[in-house]
């Protein structure tokens, strides 16, 4: 059985060959879906990645949460200690890019403690239908997750599920998926 780290390398590269037109159409397609949702409706305080390709993209979802009158919440990463916070984000509010390339909030932002969140978007590269996943590798959610006693919801490609990897015993599955045109 492939390792973690093959797997991870293999889906990504297969899906960083995406035109940019058919991720944008497919990350619409997957954000309909989770609207329909009802952990998604009955949301009040959302915590969501503002992701990068190939990832799903989110900047759709963050604003439709406004529209909606949820409050936005996105993770601050610490390296250094491999945790992470969220923080609540709100239209125009000014970002930071960190090593690892992504947009976070910067330290201005008001903490949103984990209790107040209720609906948390996990980010990851593979899953299997049962809710676990493989990350990006640095574990940042599965430690956020060890606590954490709100909703979690996966959105994936429908290639991004397979069952050629065992979860380790740190891992936590998401509660539901929400699978490219097949809600699991």
Request: glycine share 6%; charged share 25%.
């Amino acid at each position: 059985m492939a390792t973690k780290a093959m797997l991870r390398k293999q889906i990504l590269e297969k899906l960083s060959e995406m035109d940019k037109i058919t991720y944008e159409q497919r990350s619409q397609s997957i954000a309909e879906q989770l609207f329909q949702e009802e952990t998604w409706k009955n949301a009040k305080n959302i915590g969501i990645t503002i992701a990068r390709f190939p990832e799903i993209a989110t900047q759709a979802i963050i604003e439709r949460a406004w529209q909606d009158g949820k409050t936005v919440s996105i993770p601050e990463t610490n390296n250094k200690t491999k945790n992470m916070q969220f923080r609540i984000y709100k239209d125009g509010d000014e970002l930071c890019k960190k090593a690892l390339g992504l947009y976070e909030p910067t330290e201005h932002a008001i903490i949103a403690p984990k209790t107040t969140i209720d609906l948390l978007v996990v980010p990851g590269v593979l899953f299997r239908e049962d809710g676990y996943r493989i990350g990006f590798g640095a574990g940042f959610y599965d430690r956020y997750l060890a606590d954490y006693q709100g909703n979690t919801i996966s959105l994936c490609y429908s290639n991004q599920i397979t069952l050629n990897f065992t979860p380790e015993s740190h891992d936590l599955p998401v509660q539901k998926l929400v699978i490219e045109n097949n809600m699991k």
